[in-house]
């Protein structure tokens, strides 16, 4: 069971609102909070339901209209699913950077310097052999 799952009926989820079922027959018509329904067409509330109910109490005391408490859940509604849409975006993004065939590493070259390379490649160490001779001097 989650937060989400059909519970109450309407008397005891209005008594956990602290409201009059009528209320929440108006509420439900007004599409403020909309309970899932039975086969037999019951209203059935759920714990989400019943905080949205205590939200609008809270809302309604303040003053606020019945458009407005409307404006205000269906805000937060969408904020919820935006946060939803940012974390998936964010995974993904963190994969994406981690299984990239081409993402950088960094390394230290042969003077000491910083390099960028793709991933998996090593730097190339110089392996040329110098021969050195004395030059011929004048005179010796």
Partial sequence: ???LS???????????AGMHPQTLRQ???LGLVSPTRTAGKSRRYSMRDVSQLREIAQLSS???SLEGIRRVL???DQVASLETRVRELEAALADEML???GRRVFAAGAAGEVVSMRAGTRVRR???V?????LDRPGG
């Fill in 130 to 134: 110098v021969v050195w001779r004395p």
């Fill in 99 to 101: 299984n990239r065939p």
């Fill in 62 to 64: 303040e003053g606020v």
């Fill in 74 to 76: 269906g805000l937060e």
């Fill in 27 to 29: 509420y439900d018509r």
């Fill in 1 to 3: 069971m989650n937060e």
């Fill in 126 to 128: 110089e392996n040329a």
């Fill in 6 to 16: 059909p519970l109450f009926v309407i008397s005891v989820a209005a008594e956990l």
